[in-house]
Each structure stands twice: as C-alpha cells, then as structure tokens.
C-alpha cells in the first residue's frame, strides 16, 4: 500500500522495520525524544483528505472530439490542485471516487480499437500513478467494457463468472475498495470492500511541539445498483449489487473494530432526498447517517459539493453548503472531468488511546482549475501538469490518430446548439442510423416484428451542461472517427423496444420536462430551458413523425398533434423505437415499460460504432437528407415578454442555416462563456 503523502519520523521509520506495524507503532511511540502516544493526549493533527471523482479518462486538457486543447477541465490540471495541497498540508490522503476508465476516445482506443496488453497499464491509471494515490473506488463507468477488460486493468483475481481469476496484469496500481458489489460465483465482494491505511501522522502537542503519532485510517466504497441495468449484458447472473447503506452496516463496524481510527466513504453517487431504497442511484444523505463514517467523498451526479454559491445545487434537508457536511457528516463532491479537487482537512485531537475529529475546526472545500479571468475577460485556470502529459504522451498520440480516421463528408455544420429549440442537425444523422441498424436486424432475425413501423429517438447528449463548449459541433467537410463520438457521446450499446402510440406521447411527455412552463401574459423574462438534463430531452428526427409541444402548458400536457405519416398517431398502433440500453432498462421515469420488460432486441454493438458503420455506408452526409426533417416544434404562442434560453456563442448561424428565423441574440457572455438568445413564440 502506498504510503509516500506521509513521511514517518527516522525513529519509527526504524522501529516498524523490527515488528508488526501497529504493534511496533504503539510501542515505539510518535516522538523522537521517546514519549509514549498516551503521554501525547492533547496532541492535534489536521489530515486532509484529497479526492477527485468521474474523471472519465479525461487526462489531458485536451477534446478528441473537437481535435483541440481545453483548458477547462483535465487531470493533468487536478494533479497541479494536488501538489499545492501537499505544500500546504503536512498529511494527506489521495482517493479517487470511480467513472475514472471511461469517457475518451483515449480511453475507447485502449479498450475496444486497439485493445490493452496485459502487461501494460491503462494510461489513466499511468498518469494517476504519478500523484500516488492511496485508495479507490470503482464506478458504474468502470463496467461499461466487461469484466474481463475490468478483471485486466485492475490487475486480474476478479473471482467473477467469465473471467480468469489467475490472470495476473499490469494492475491500477492503487488499491480499490468495493463494499456492495458481490461475485454471485463466490459469493464475495467483487473486490475488497474496504482498505486500511496505516500512517504516522505529523502532530503537534499540547505544547506546540511537533510529535508524530500513529493513525489508521479505513476507506469503505460504494457504487450505485444501476450498473445491474445499464450493463446488463455484462454482469447479468455474474454480479449482485447491495444498497449502500446495508453494506455499510456490515462492514463499518469491522472496519472499527480492526483498529480503523477515522473512516472514509467513497460513494459513487450522489444526493437524492427520496426515502431510503437499497437499490437508489444516490443514496448519499442516507449514508452519511451511518454511525461510524466521519468522512464522505461522493460523485456521479458531476455536480459540486459545497457549493458556497448564490443558489447551490444541493440544498435537501440535512444538507449544509456552508459547513460542507452531509447529515453532519464532512462531505465533498468534487465535480467531474479533473475540474476541482475535493478537499476535506480533518481536524484531529489525540486522547492517548484515540484520534477524534473535531467537527467545529473540520474544512471542506471542492477547489476548482479556475482561478479567475484575464485582462480581456476570458476565464484562466491552473497550470497543466507537465509530468502527467508525459507519462501517457505515446498513448495520446495514438488517440489523435484513431479519431483522425476518415469516414466520410458533410456539407453542412452538424450542432447541438440549437437542438433544445428545434434544429435536428446534430440528432437525424444518429437517429437514421439506429432506425436503419434495428430494421435491418428486425428483418433478418424477428419477424414476428417485421410489420412494424421502426422509428428511432435520440438525444442532444451535449447540451452545455459542462460549459460553453460542450455541444456536439461538427464542421462542414471531412468526417472522422471524432466526428461521430462527437455526434454520439456515450459508449451505450443499441436497444430496441415495443411500444404503442399511447406510450410514445407518454415517453415524448416526459422527454418536454426540459422545458419550464411558459406563461404568455407574462412581461417579465422567462427562462425556456429547465434543469432536466439535455441527454433526456428525446426527440423524432423523421418527416414521418411531427408532433408540437406547448410549453405554455403543465408538465404532462404538452404533446400536441402527435401523428404518423399525416393521420393521428392511434393509441393502440404498436411501433418499435430504436434507443439505447440506458432508456431501454432504466428509463420508468419516462414510461413504466422501459423497464426492460418491452425490449424486444438488445443489441451488442455501441451507438457510437452503428453510427460510424453508417457514415461509412452513406459518406456523402447533406443537410437534405441527414439534418432537415423537424419532427417536433415548439407550438405557437404569443408571449407578452421575452422568452430566454442559453446556448454556447455563435449560435445564430446555426440558426439560419436550420431554418430557425425566430432566434434572436440577447448577451454575447452570460457570464458562464455562454449567449444567451430570445425565441418568439409567436412564429
């Protein structure tokens, strides 16, 4: 177990070399002038717990997609946030809190293009190696590829169905912690479900004086169950996954009582205010009540904890931005993509026997890359660090090569900018190319299926969540293999469902929660644009479908004119919608079907490769026939202000080029680095 953050004194550096380590630590003493630890009570310490979380393979600064740096996000840029922490901290302790394999052409390369040899570490946890980290836990991202590739990356001994247990790899080179995830084979977890890390902490007593004291501390993980839908054709019959707070229960207390003087949790997941549900994706606030956890690292929302804002994200019962604690429990969620590092400095006083946190003196803080603006206004953020650029230089370069591979051509600019208000230009080209794979499969292999029509739905995935730069925006001219995980971000694997013409309204219903509701009397601005996640918004690119939604009206009664080949679309009329695994499994928030149980077909292959197959079957890609058909518009409505939405800059081009003549420009810069622009209803 990597022990560099913390260096011991010579005296116990010695002494732990003569006999057990915790024996030797007691009896040795924290001092160099020989003082006992229990003549040590009054001493105090602060260990400052370092965390980053769904860094998604997200090494460099640098979008694959777009060919071109970023300096808005990259771990390269956290592991300079971790080194000023280790200045300015005597003690510290590094974890990664999961979804760290996945999410980069990088990251696709080394794991399907060109598959990693054994013998070789994945580039991610190359370049985490140069921070040494202490610990960590895996996420739901951490599947997306098998168990085999998992079983390899993490070094081989997953006791798992399908996987050689004996394999012995390169490994992460950081120990994981895994509580509630079990090997149905062995019954086990599937890795450790927790680690000790011993350490001599750098003190000082009652007096002022620097000591050294000994310290265990216990790191528990958590993942969240959904990896039980999501990736279902890997871990179906292999895996069993238990709520968090189940498995805490269970092994908190071991943790305890094998010495562990302060415990750790590292959740994958988030905050949800829900009553307690083992199999909730964010079981964070019912966690944090668990005795014994005094500290708590979570993620997988991509959201930031505390956030000392104006309107903070998280603000449940039981939530305290100003104090950063859960439930009274020291929390940090340090935002996605290496764009902060948690930090949580424990304060620590020694009784002689024990260390005790003292809440009260405790910091937390999620620090961000960005500290500030230029002279000209343009946000500035952290230095890269050079040393992680070069540990995995070789495999970016190999990256940048396979996502420059031809496939074909456009000759129209395909973007999601302007997706929210109607322009199809980045969605028809996915939604052809999923509608053409699941007709062509249905014909050959599920005839029982071959009378129905099969249309297709999909999603702006990059919608400006992650900033002014995050929209799929493909230039005009040569098409690579960027291009098409531009178009189609997630390694989702393709799904197709039964549904009827009553369900489709219900799923296009539910889909319009990205809108807040309109109303037209109002004079004052109103927003357009909700909370709701731009990947949920579900939409028909096909001049076959054409429905109008009113967003002066309530959530649920929106979908108006909803028909099918010009007629009304019938309530009982069956269809088959090509989609993907995560709508397909766990989309009952959208219609109680999607559930699995109205899959008819759950394909192997990604979206992402039906999409580059398609581009390669069709490499002439035109705006009239892969990015014009408008299925849905927003319905007319007169309002008596202005209605505003954001998007990212140079948006009115996009505009007029769809044929969007009711989109206006408001602000250059929001504040955010995005526009925001006006639509009138009215047209």
Not at 152 to 180: E, R
Not at 396 to 417: C, E, W
Not at 591 to 616: E, F, H, Q
């Amino acid at each position: 177990m990597h022990t560099a953050p913390f260096l011991p004194s010579r005296r116990l550096m010695l002494c732990s070399l003569t006999a057990v380590a915790a024996a030797a630590l007691i009896a040795c003493g924290g001092s160099d002038d020989n003082t006992a630890p229990a003549d040590l009570a009054g001493s105090s310490a602060t260990l400052a717990v370092l965390s980053t979380t769904d860094l998604h393979f997200n090494i460099r600064s640098y979008d694959y997609f777009k060919l071109a740096d970023d300096p808005s996000y990259g771990f390269e840029r956290t592991a300079t946030l971790i080194r000023t922490a280790r200045t300015e901290f005597a003690n510290t302790l590094l974890v990664d809190n999961g979804d760290t394999i996945q999410g980069t052409a990088l990251a696709d390369n080394q794991a399907q293009v060109s598959p990693l040899p054994c013998n070789q570490q994945l580039a991610m946890y190359k370049a985490m190696a140069v921070l040494k980290y202490d610990a960590g836990t895996l996420g739901n991202h951490e599947f997306n590829y098998g168990l085999p590739f998992l079983n390899q990356v993490l070094g081989g001994g997953l006791n798992v169905a399908g996987v050689d247990a004996t394999q012995k790899c390169a490994g992460a080179g950081l120990p994981m912690a895994l509580a509630n995830v079990v090997s149905v084979k062995s019954g086990q977890p599937l890795v450790a479900p927790y680690q000790i890390v011993e350490r001599t902490l750098s003190a000082t007593d009652k007096d002022g004086k620097p000591v050294t004291l000994p310290i265990k501390v216990g790191v528990i993980g958590f993942t969240t169950p959904g990896i039980l839908n999501w990736d279902k054709r890997w871990v179906e019959g292999k895996l069993r996954i238990d709520g968090a707070v189940e498995s805490a229960k269970k092994y908190v207390p071991e943790l305890r009582a094998k010495g562990a003087d302060v415990v750790v949790a590292l959740l994958h997941g988030g905050l949800d205010a829900s009553p307690y549900q083992p199999t909730m994706e964010n079981p964070g606030l019912h966690l944090a009540q668990v005795p014994g956890i005094d500290a708590l690292v979570m993620g997988h929302q991509h959201g930031v904890f505390p956030d000392r804002g104006a309107n903070p994200g998280y603000k449940q019962p039981g939530v305290d931005n100003a104090a950063g604690t859960v439930q009274g429990v020291p929390a940090v969620m340090p935002s996605s993509w290496g764009k902060a590092l948690g930090v949580i400095a424990l304060k620590l006083k020694w009784d002689g026997k024990a260390w005790a946190i003292d809440k009260g003196a405790t910091k937390v803080e999620a620090r961000s890359t960005v500290t500030g603006k230029d002279a000209a206004g343009k946000t500035t953020y952290v230095a890269a660090d050079a040393a992680v650029a070069a540990a995995v230089q070789a495999e970016h370069q190999a990256a940048i090569a396979y996502v420059k591979t031809p496939i074909g051509n456009t000759d129209f600019r395909m973007s999601t900018l302007l997706a929210d208000v109607g322009d199809p230009g980045a969605i028809q080209l996915v939604n052809q190319a999923q509608q053409d794979y699941v007709s062509r499969y249905i014909q050959a292999n599920l005839p029982q299926y071959a009378s129905l029509p099969v249309l297709s739905v999909s999603a702006p995935f990059k919608s400006g969540f992650q900033g002014p730069v995050d929209y799929t925006d493909v230039a005009a001219g040569p098409l690579a293999i960027n291009s098409a995980a531009d178009l189609y971000l997630y390694p989702n694997t393709v799904y197709a469902v039964k549904v009827n013409g009553a369900q489709i309204k219900d799923w296009l219903e539910a889909a319009t929660q990205r809108f807040n509701q309109i109303d037209p009397a109002k004079t004052a601005p109103q927003q357009l644009i909700s909370s709701f996640p731009g990947y949920n918004h579900d939409m028909f690119t096909s001049p076959d479908v054409q429905y109008e939604v009113d967003v002066t009206q309530a959530k649920g009664s929106r979908i108006k004119n909803l028909t099918y080949k010009g007629q009304p679309m019938g309530a009982a009329q069956d269809f088959v919608i090509a989609t993907n695994n995560y709508r397909a499994i766990s989309g009952k928030g959208f219609l109680p079907v999607l559930d699995g149980s109205s899959t008819i077909y759950a394909s192997p292959d990604a979206n992402r490769d039906v999409v580059i197959s398609y581009i390669k079957a069709h490499p002439q890609v035109t705006r009239a026939a892969n990015g014009s058909a408008r299925s849905w518009r927003l319905a007319k409505t007169p309002t008596a202000g202005k209605v505003l939405f954001s998007a990212g800059p140079g948006a009115l081009g996009v505009a007029q080029a769809a044929g969007l003549t009711n989109i206006a420009l408001e602000q250059a810069d929001d504040g955010t680095g995005r526009s925001v622009y006006s639509i009138d209803l009215g047209k």
